[in-house]
């Protein structure tokens, strides 16, 4: 009896070694995967904040009030077989794209909207008249990866205010009829198609 306690003792404390080990191995990894994600998401909100800069400063330059302009976006489904999620934030007054794994938010990658050029740029339609609202895109406080046609769009008012958001394009949505002018190019295409309301 006294024999079989050492042999006990010796066969539980193998059997916790190998689990210590077997659970390290799993967590690095795991670390190591998330290591290889970052990038990518960094990647893409570089690549979301640049297209919105691209918007902003068309906008900027050009006379047209009101101005509805969108593109939609090319990201990726997934990243390293994961979901991901990109919002847009303000932090100390600048305005960031934020993109964050939407299984565990502390991995994430954040790129700034630099338009300090700009004379006021705000996040959102809230302040923007029923008329130009109604001519958006469906849209959207964050946009999750895998959904059809996510886009950015950017507005200047008739005051000159731009405003730039989140959003998906639907089946339902037209182009606008309102006097604005209504902008839609892809990445991979150099020509841009306006269409011009009355």
Avoid at 85 to 109: E, P, Q, R
């Amino acid at each position: 009896m006294s024999s079989s306690i050492p042999h006990v003792i010796g066969t539980m404390a193998l059997l916790m070694c190998s689990i210590f080990v077997i659970t390290s191995f799993i967590l690095l990894g795991f670390a190591i995967q998330l290591d290889l994600v970052k990038p990518q998401l960094q990647e893409v909100a570089e690549y979301t904040a640049s297209t919105i800069v691209d918007l902003v400063t068309l906008a900027n330059q050009t006379d047209a009030k009101p101005l509805i302009l969108v593109k939609e976006l090319k990201i990726p489904s997934s990243v390293a077989e994961r979901g991901f999620t990109i919002n847009l934030t303000t932090i100390d007054g600048d305005i960031y794209v934020h993109v964050y794994l939407t299984f565990l938010t502390t991995v994430s990658a954040d790129a700034p909207i630099n338009v300090r050029d700009i004379h006021e740029v705000k996040i959102g339609s809230s302040d923007l008249p029923k008329e130009i609202l109604e001519c958006l895109p469906d849209e959207a406080d964050e946009l999750h990866s895998g959904l059809n046609h996510p886009v950015v769009w950017c507005v200047k008012d008739g005051d000159g205010i731009v405003y730039i958001g989140l959003g998906v394009l639907s089946e339902a949505y037209v182009e606008t009829a309102f006097p604005m002018v209504f902008l839609k190019y892809e990445t991979m295409v150099s020509r841009y198609i306006f269409s011009k309301g009355g």
